[in-house]
């Protein structure tokens, strides 16, 4: 099967959405199949590792940083969508979060005859009501008009699904994300590096993703100032210097990748993920294939993979208090901690890459199926 994956995002980018469709352009060759990949240009990044090294071609559209934003590109218009799809040959056109290039890609798609499979990960009418006060109806006028022309929409979660299917989009299916389950392990848990981060033995609470006003990273506030607790926060983005300011005691290390951040996840004590516009939320499995209780919203993604009472505790989304709260009930219960890091690990052990890419292709068999059925007709 010849694919190519339109993505508004892409490695050296380190987002869910150049790591998803990292992982299905490995699938793909891994099982025999031909992807290309299209996607913004971005500035080369130094010390980025080998295995985010594309598996296939890669074909950069040129871009611009978003104002304001600038680990966000967004590609200009360009004629080597097209060109990318007919040179390869395609039999099919996956669109990984289309917005901008993915718009573009489904109308190449359109133009030449080809299925085309758009995958749903972004809540871009959440981030619009963050950045803007507004413009929600105008994110849903464009998701409308991309999903609605694709022979599938694929939703990472059922509270995603849900949403599209209110918003009037069609033929919604569901298709979850995997998870590493060797890299993100509880056997990676470092003494060395606890006592560096908290070098008074106090309990450590980690965040991991961007640092940006849609995350509200600053509910984990109150919770930093909690006694014998240590709030320390990975990643980077333009909230990071007001978030240093109202967190003076939390530890920020910044962007972490690879085997460093999967020793740093699983030398937690409690992750606790704060943005309310997930639409499946990849650290949070992360967090729990590296056998640590989580704490996060109850709304979007986190309700499809945090079990409340049995793997962590799901608290209304927004509320500063409730996330401290249930970060307090777990830090004076180390055999709470310990049962509930135990069980996100076994729920979470199954989810492999392998299994969702194979979902994945499952889907791809079944569009192109529905075309030839069609044509017969």
């Given amino acids: 099967m010849r694919v190519v994956i339109v993505t508004e995002s892409f490695p050296p980018d380190v987002n869910g959405v150049a ?28 010390g ?21 934003y600038p680990q966000v590109r967004v590609a200009l218009p360009s004629r080597r969508v097209t060109t990318a799809i007919t040179e390869h040959r395609a039999d099919l056109v996956h669109l990984a979060s289309p917005f901008v290039l993915g718009a573009r890609g489904m109308a190449a798609a359109s133009r030449l005859g080809l299925p085309a499979v758009a995958v749903y990960q972004t809540d871009l009418a959440g981030y619009a009501r963050t950045y803007t006060g507004a413009g929600e109806a105008a994110a849903w006028r464009r ?13 990472p979660s059922g509270a995603a ?65 909690l006694p014998g607790v240590r709030v320390v926060v990975v990643g980077d983005g333009p ?37 309310p516009f997930e639409t499946f939320c990849q650290t949070v499995q992360e967090a729990m294939a590296s056998g640590v209780p989580v704490v996060a919203p109850a709304v979007g993604g986190p309700l499809d993979l945090v079990a409340h009472g049995r793997t962590g505790f799901l608290v209304p989304p927004c509320d500063a208090a409730a996330v401290r709260d249930a970060v307090w009930s777990l830090a004076a219960d180390p055999r709470l901690r310990a049962a509930y890091g135990a069980a996100g690990r076994a729920t979470v052990e199954g989810r492999t890459w392998a ?23």
């Fill in 19 to 46: 790591h998803c469709a990292l992982q299905t352009a490995r699938h793909l060759v891994d099982r025999g199949h031909s992807p290309v990949v299209v996607a913004p240009a971005v500035p080369t990044a130094a």
């Fill in 239 to 275: 909230s990071r210097a007001g978030l240093e300011q109202a967190m003076p005691g939390a530890v920020f290390l910044g962007r972490r990748t690879g085997d460093e951040l999967a020793r740093i996840f699983a030398s937690l004590d409690v992750f606790a993920h704060t943005g």
């Fill in 143 to 155: 998701i409308r008009s991309v999903h609605s022309a694709a022979d599938l929409t694929l939703a």
């Fill in 161 to 225: 699904r849900s949403d599209l299917q209110e918003h009037g989009i069609p033929r919604v299916e569901l298709w979850p994300r995997g998870v590493d389950t060797v890299r993100f392990r509880p056997e990676l848990r470092n003494e060395a590096l606890r006592r560096e981060l908290a070098p008074n033995g106090e309990l450590i609470v980690g965040y991991v993703g961007r640092l940006a006003p849609e995350k509200q990273v600053e509910l984990l506030a109150g919770t930093s100032t």
């Fill in 48 to 68: 980025d590792e080998p295995d985010d090294r594309a598996p296939c071609p890669v074909v950069r559209i040129p871009s611009l940083p978003l104002p304001g």
């Fill in 355 to 377: 299994a969702v890419g194979d979902r994945l292709i499952g889907y791809y068999t079944d569009v192109l199926a529905g075309r030839r059925t069609a044509v017969a007709a």
